[in-house]
C-alpha cells in the first residue's frame, strides 16, 4: 500500500483537441495522450489511433531491428508506451491457452510494481461464456470488479484504466459506471483519502471497453442484428455517467468498419488485433479512410488479399493498390506505404553481429516492393519471412488509416455540418469496401490447409485425403478392397 499522495509513476494527460458537435458528448473527437518521460519531455500520441499488441512484450513476428524499420512502430522509448493488461484483449475462452491459474490482486500489484508499464489494465471479473450469466453472476461480477480496482488503486499508480463491466446489461453498466462515482466509505476511504481519492473515478485515468466477451454472447442474435450498433450502444450507456475529458479505449474491433463506428461516438483509442491476426492468416490489408473511387457505382472490394490463395501465384504487383512504394513513380498520385514490404531498404554491409564490428554503412534504397506472388510463394513454404513482412505492412496501413481519419477530423472539425461530413465518408468507406468477414473465413482455411501440409501426421493427413478423393468399391469378394482405376 502506498504511504505517499505521490504517484509512483508520472500521471498522463489527455487533452481534447476537437469535437464535432459542442452538445453531442458522443460526437468523433481528436486529442492528444501525454505521459511525462525523465527530463521534462513526454510522449505524446494523437488520437484516434491504435496501440499495437504484444506477445510477453514482442510484437509477433516482427524482431527487433524490423520494429525499428516499422514507423508505425519504431522502438524508442522516448516516444512510445508500455500497457499491461492481465489477459489477452482479444481471447474470450473460459480457460487460456496456458491452462488455468489463479491470480489475485496482490500477485497483479506486484507484478505491476516490478515492471512499472505507463498504463495498466485493472483487473475486472468478466464471466465468460456463450450465454448471459444469471443476475445473481452479474451482480457479483460488478461488486468485485469495484473492489478489484480499488486494490490496485492501493499501489498508486497515476494511469489505471478501467474495464467497463456489465456486458449486454445496459442497467448493469449503468449501476457500474455510478458505482465508480460514489463517494468511498469505511476502510477503503480510510486507505485511498490519504492518496487524494475521494471515489474510485479520481483514481482512474480512462476507460476501457472490451469488445471479445460481448461478441462472444452476440453469436446467438438474429442474423438481421446490427451487432455493431448494439455494442456502440452498450458503450455510451457505460460512459454517459462519466467525466468526458478521460480517454476512452476499446478493445476487440474486427473491423475499420467497427472503428469508424466507434469513432463517430467520440472513442479514443484502439487495438490492432484485426491487423495482425489478418498478417498470421496470409492477408495483406489493402485499404483507405477517403481512398478516391474509380468508378462511383463500382462493387465494393475487399480490404484485403488472401496471398494464400493460388490466384496471386504469378501475380508480381505490390501487396496494396490503394498504396505505392517509395521507389514507384509511376503511381506517384498515391500515398506511400513506408513498410518494410513496400518500401524496402538493404544494407550494401554484412549483417553485423557485435558492438565491436564496423560500423554499418547506411541502408541503400528504397528499392522496389515484395510482389504478392513473392510472399504467397513465402507462404506455400512456410517461410517465416511472409509473416514478418505482412506483419509490418498491416500495422502500417492501420497506422496510415488512423492519421487520414485524423487529418479529416481536424479539417472538418469547425464546420457547421461537421457530423454529416462524417456520416457521409463512413457511408462512402462501407460501400467501398466489404467487411472481412468471409476474406478472414476463407483465409483462415488456407491457412490451416498450408499449416497441416507439412508437420507431425502430415502422411497420415494425406493418406486420408486421398482416400477421400478416390472411394474404393467393394467387389464381390468382400475381402478385397481394390481401388478404383481410371482407364
Known sequence: MATSAQPATPPLSFQVGGRLSA??????????????RQ????????????????????????SRDHV?????????????????????????????????????????????????????????DIPFGSTPPSEKRLVKSLQRSLLWLGQILRINHANV?????????????DDFATGLLEALEGSEARELQPLGLHTLNDGVAGYSLDLAPLKRLQQNSPPESDLTSQLVDLAQTSL???????????TGCDSPHDIL?????????????????????????????????????????????????????MEFSRLAKSLRGAAEEDAASLPVCPCIACSPKFSPTPILHSSIDETPADEEGPAPPFTRGYIHHLLHTHEMTAHVLLAAHNLSVLSKF?????AFLAEVSSAPDAEERLNEEICMFEKQFKRPDELMRKAKVNWEEVNLARGKGRLAREKAAKATENPVEITQHPERVLPDVVP
Open 23 to 36: 452538445q453531442n458528448p458522443f460526437a468523433a473527437r481528436t486529442g492528444t495522450l501525454s505521459i511525462p
Open 39 to 62: 527530463e521534462s519531455s513526454s510522449v505524446e500520441v494523437a488520437t484516434p489511433n491504435f496501440l499495437t499488441l504484444t506477445s510477453r512484450g514482442n510484437v509477433p513476428h516482427l
Open 68 to 124: 525499428k524499420k516499422t514507423d508505425a512502430i519504431g522502438f524508442d522509448p522516448s516516444r512510445h508506451i508500455v500497457s499491461v493488461s492481465l489477459r489477452n484483449w482479444n481471447d474470450a475462452r473460459d480457460i487460456t491457452p496456458n491452462g488455468k491459474d489463479t491470480v489475485t490482486p496482490a500477485a497483479y500489484n506486484s507484478y505491476i510494481t516490478s515492471i512499472r508499464p505507463d498504463i495498466v489494465v485493472a483487473l475486472s
Open 161 to 173: 484504466f478501467v474495464p467497463m463491466a456489465g456486458l449486454l446489461d445496459d442497467v448493469a453498466r
Open 240 to 250: 454517459r455517467p462519466l467525466p468526458e475529458g478521460k480517454p476512452r479505449l476499446v
Open 261 to 313: 463506428q466507434f469513432v463517430r461516438s467520440g472513442l479514443d483509442l484502439f487495438d490492432s488485433h484485426f491487423a495482425q491476426q489478418a498478417a498470421d492468416w496470409g492477408v495483406a490489408l489493402d485499404f483507405r479512410f477517403r481512398a478516391p473511387s474509380s468508378q462511383p457505382d463500382a462493387a465494393p472490394v475487399d480490404i484485403g488479399v488472401n496471398l494464400y490463395d493460388v490466384e496471386h501465384e
Open 402 to 406: 488512423f492519421a487520414d481519419i485524423r
